[in-house]
């Protein structure tokens, strides 16, 4: 395992889940991207191509049917990878129903 150089500043642990999902802004989809990890915090985002990234965003995750939406501000970015912070706190409750998911279904 690769260690980091960079101190780890993440308020919550994220847990890795690769599932698909979209970004959203102006009401309008605008780029598909795969959600690497996700915590109550904030999720990795990685894209095959993407130019322009708003100040903020909706993401839109897919599961089992169900769409999980998050408002959310990119907080970095290298090449096609993206790191979002939430930005509301009720939404925490999409991310626990969805790792809950995630634990049941050993995803």
Request: charged residues 25%; proline residues 4%; glycine residues 4%.
């Amino acid at each position: 395992m690769r260690q980091s150089t960079y101190p780890e500043r993440r308020k919550t642990q994220r847990r890795p889940i690769f599932l698909e999902g979209t970004i959203s802004y102006a009401g309008r989809c605008r780029a598909k991207c795969m959600v690497q990890n996700l915590s109550e915090s904030g999720a990795k985002l990685a894209f095959h191509t993407i130019a322009d990234v708003p100040a903020e965003l909706t993401l839109n995750v897919f599961l089992a049917g169900e769409v999980a939406r998050f408002l959310a501000r990119p907080r970095w970015r290298r090449r096609r990878l993206i790191g979002v912070k939430f930005l509301r706190r009720d939404l925490e409750n999409n991310v626990v129903s969805l790792q809950n998911y995630i634990q049941t279904y050993a995803i």
